[in-house]
Structure formats: structure tokens, C-alpha cells
């Protein structure tokens, strides 16, 4: 078993005599994984806090407005969030506005609203795609211009997706005719078009859907129940029932997301059957979660215990927490 005392000694010790910002950047990085991984640590990291957010290497700082996120109570969270939005390194600013964004806090929208006007384009994305998850327009221009960006575009579409404003169509059927676009970013794009009632999108996701060996098929399997696309339930339930089918799991958390409760009965036999591939279960776990409802719950309580490895009874752990 790891000592993550022991490696959290070395990573200190490492930021004080390091002179390398790599491996300092590295060993600060650490520390936010290391207090992460389980939130009884956070006491044992408090000392740490001011550490990071005091050192003059702005990865460094970085990793400290994450660690916050980790080791403090909200509301002392919120506020050194909101205090570091004003921090001359881009980085910070850049950190603390995607983890307010993370918050989706409706009283937080004016401080997200106020980055809008940042200098640096990753910052705008960051306070965008925040405002867009408490359904509010302010920042649909800077998701519209991400959609040239190769390293925001699928976030930017995701987040237009959750937005829903139909004065993003034209640009992202733009977008999704493109020569030479990434078949991820196609197909996310294609989801796009689906919640926004453009057949096209669902057109793309049910082609998608069928063919068998295509990199971007579990996104476009899991989105036909996102965007809740017409005969979505009777094709996921053909993925479901195919036990050699590798989208089998997104079929199973599509199914969720469709909302129907046909599905319930479905999806329980999928999580009860031991003889099934432990990531399939866990995705039919996520997806009677996501179906919600006390019986569909229950069923993905009572099913812990026939999950043997450690990580797959702390990813249904991980399930209900993110419920409270």
C-alpha cells in the first residue's frame, strides 16, 4: 500500500529544493492528486494550502487554487476563488474560473459574467461554459468562437448542448459540415444539432450508431439518449441486448439519460448479471442512477456488494455523493 504521507514529504520537500519549475510544477500537482483521492485527508493538507498559493511559479499557485478546492469548506472555497479571478498570472485566473465554473453556483454568474472580458480566450471559455450550465446566454459569443479552437471545440459543443440556445444552430451546422473535422468533435457537434430539432444530428448519431468499429460510435450510442432522438430507446435496447457489443455500457448510461422508464427492467438485468464485464454493470449502475426514482436507486444500492474490486464499489461510492 502506498504511503501517501511519505510521498507527500517528498513533494514538499521537492518544491523547497528544486530549482527545476517542471519538476516543481510536478511535485505541486501531486500534492492536490495526493489530498483528492480521499477527502479524509484534507485536514493533513491545510498547511500545504498556503504553500502553493504563495510560491512565485504560477503552476505552482495553479495547483494551490486546486488544492483549495479540496481541503477548504465551500463558502471559504467560494471566496478565495472569486479573490484569485483578479490574480496577475492567467494560469490562476485560468484555474479559478473553471473551478467556480465546476461550482454551477447561480450567485456565482456575476463573477463568471465579470471574465467574459479576460485578455486570455481560455479564461473567457472557462467563465462561458460556467454561465451555460446555469442556462443563461451571456457567454454564448466566446462558446460560438471556441468552436474554431481545436482544444476547446468539444467542450464549447458540449456546453452548447447544456445551453440550448437556438441562435447557435447556424454556427454549429458550420461546424458539423466542415471537411476534415475530427469524428469526435462531428459527432458531438451531431448532438448539438439533435437537441437543438435539427434531424441532421440525429440522422449522424443513428449512422453512427450502426457502424461497428467507428472511434466516436459510444458518443454517439450514449447521445441518441442525451438528446432524447426519436427510436432512441428501441436502438439502445438492441446495443444493450448484444453481450459482444463494445458500446453495450454506453448504451446502458444512454439509456439513463433518455429518462424512459421502460428501460428500468433493462437496465437491472444488466447490473444483476455477475457473468457481465464489471465496466458494462458500473454503466448500468449509472445509468438506473441517472433514471432516477426510489426503486431504480435502490437497485443500485443493493448491488454494491457483488462488485469485488475496490475501484468499482468506490465508483458507485463516487454516484451517490455526487446525488448530495
Do not use: Y
Not at 500545504?48 to 471559504?76: C, I, N, Y
Request: no cysteine; net charge negative; charged share 30%.
Amino acid at each position: 500500500m502506498t504511503d501517501w504521507r511519505a510521498e507527500r514529504d517528498r513533494a514538499l520537500l521537492t518544491l523547497e529544493r528544486e530549482k527545476r519549475p517542471a519538476f516543481r510544477a510536478e511535485a505541486a500537482e501531486q500534492l492536490h492528486h495526493l489530498a483528492a483521492e480521499a477527502p479524509a485527508r484534507a485536514a493533513d493538507f491545510m498547511d500545504v494550502l498556503p504553500r502553493l498559493l504563495g510560491d512565485a511559479q504560477p503552476e505552482v499557485k495553479r495547483s494551490g487554487v486546486a488544492l483549495a478546492t479540496v481541503v477548504l469548506p465551500l463558502e471559504e472555497m467560494t471566496a478565495l476563488l472569486i479573490a484569485r479571478l483578479r490574480d496577475e498570472e492567467s494560469l490562476v485566473r485560468l484555474e479559478a474560473t473553471g473551478r467556480l465554473a465546476d461550482l454551477a453556483r447561480p450567485e456565482l454568474r456575476g463573477a463568471l459574467a465579470g471574465m467574459l472580458e479576460d485578455s486570455v480566450p481560455e479564461v473567457r471559455f472557462e467563465a462561458a461554459r460556467g454561465i451555460a450550465a446555469l442556462k443563461h446566454p451571456a457567454g454564448l459569443e466566446v462558446l460560438i468562437e471556441a468552436l474554431d479552437a481545436d482544444l476547446l471545440r468539444f467542450r464549447a459543443l458540449g456546453a452548447l448542448a447544456e445551453l440550448e440556445d437556438p441562435r447557435a444552430l447556424p454556427a454549429v451546422k458550420r461546424l458539423f459540415g466542415r471537411w476534415l473535422l475530427p469524428a469526435f468533435d462531428r459527432t458531438q457537434a451531431a448532438g448539438v444539432l439533435a437537441k437543438l430539432g435539427d434531424a441532421e444530428g440525429v440522422a449522424h448519431l443513428l449512422q453512427r450508431s450502426r457502424k461497428k468499429w467507428s472511434q466516436d460510435r459510444a458518443l454517439a450510442v450514449e447521445l441518441l439518449g442525451e438528446v432524447k432522438a426519436p427510436g432512441a430507446l428501441e436502438r439502445l435496447k438492441v446495443i444493450l441486448d448484444d453481450v459482444k457489443d463494445s458500446s453495450r455500457g454506453a448504451a446502458a448510461r444512454g439509456l439513463g439519460r433518455l429518462g424512459d422508464a421502460k428501460a428500468l427492467p433493462w437496465l437491472v438485468a444488466l447490473l444483476q448479471d455477475t457473468s457481465a464485464q464489471e465496466e458494462d454493470r458500473l454503466d448500468a449502475a449509472d445509468g438506473l442512477w441517472r433514471l432516477g426514482g426510489p426503486e431504480s436507486r435502490e437497485h443500485v444500492r443493493a448491488a454494491v456488494s457483488t462488485f469485488t474490486s475496490p475501484e468499482a464499489r468506490q465508483e458507485l461510492e463516487e454516484l451517490f455523493q455526487e446525488d448530495t
